[in-house]
Nanobody, 128 residues
């Protein structure tokens, strides 16, 4: 079992940056793949970024490549999402998620249903 708590969301101006954090509890966190998703009002939850259990592989939605950086520290049981050059269209609740069972296909990283554990979300608001 893993419990996840996101933090770092706030109001930021367009073009600005934010760093989201995901604090995990549970001794086996280091064996879990992690993902970040976001959901804007009236829209479906969408994939943002993911990272393998050891941090050796990262995956990004096309819309955030080059601007977002996903990282993790397994000794501290934390994950981070550095977001740069934010635009108002990226206003959403951002969620971190964890998957405990092995990822057997890259496509699994992108699907919300692949993740068994979810945080409560943190609000990111980007003003124009």
């Amino acid at each position: 079992q893993v419990q996840l708590v996101e933090s770092g969301g706030e109001l930021v101006q367009a073009g600005g940056s934010l760093r989201l954090s995901c604090a995990a509890s549970g001794r086996t966190f280091s064996s879990y793949a992690m993902g970040w998703f976001r959901q804007a009002p009236g829209k479906e939850r969408e994939f943002v970024a993911a990272i393998s259990w050891a941090g050796g592989s990262t995956y990004y939605a096309d819309s955030v490549k080059g601007r977002y950086t996903n990282s993790r520290n397994n000794t501290k049981n934390t994950g981070n999402l550095q977001m740069n050059s934010l635009s108002p269209e990226e206003t959403a609740v951002y969620y971190c998620a964890a998957r405990g069972s092995p990822v057997r296909s890259e496509s699994w990283y992108y699907a919300p249903r692949s993740y068994a554990y979810w945080g409560q979300g943190t609000q990111v608001t980007v003003s124009s």
